[in-house]
């Protein structure tokens, strides 16, 4: 099937911070189809100004669905333009299952998921060798219920940086939770809200106030909890150093020199 449909992450806010394929695509689309709800509207008006521009925040799957059959049909060219990168909380399994069962060729253009902004926010490097070598990335059951296995109190078990998206609004609640694993009072976490965008905040501190702090600033929304002792490194300095750029280890492009 020729491909005419394509779902772009938009990346997480800054509206610089798409990547130039994803770019390229808007300003040659004749039908952009955005999350109006989480992306932001310049972007499209930078990138897609000649587009026909539909905000799918009020829209349902058909009517999305519909919307770019129809558009396919009379041949023109449609983004649909998602917030971070599609393959993470992006709901577009669903879209390319109608498609396939419409028989219309798509493609996916990855973004830069806002796990990534936030982390850019904080200065932090999320694996560190010694502290954390595995980044969890996940949300606390709400409306959207999540597998048995997969509740946050058994998934902090594990103790690894955690990346929690979708869950700002109960931010007690993923305390609790991440309080039964392997987490304690003392264990690091910040809170990155609108990353990347003009007014992005970072609260930081640990398990023990980070609920405060969330409350106090007035955050419920768009925003992104991460947890772990990697965070403590830029205040307590590392303790295990990568041996990438050790001078005593040799790989394929280096000799070791000692």
Known sequence: MPVIVSFVGAGPGADDLITIRGARLLRHADV?????????????RRFAAKADVYDSAGMTLDEVIGTIAESVAAGRR???LHTGDPSIYG??????????ALEIGYQVVPGVTSAFAAAAALRQELTL????QTVIITRVEGRTPVPEQEHLSKIAQIGATMVIYLSVGMIEKVVEQLLQGSYTQATPAAVVCRASWDDELVI????????EKVHTAGIDRQALIIVGDVLAARRN?????????????SHGFREATV
């Open 32 to 44: 952009v189809i955005f999350a109006g709800s989480l992306v932001d509207r310049q972007l499209v």
């Open 78 to 80: 449609v983004v649909r």
């Open 91 to 100: 709901a577009i399994q669903e879209q390319m299952e109608a498609l396939d």
């Open 129 to 132: 060798p010694g502290l954390s």
């Open 204 to 211: 930081q501190g640990s398990l023990a106030d980070i609920a």
């Open 237 to 249: 300095g590392l303790e295990t150093r990568s041996l990438l750029y050790d001078k005593g280890f």
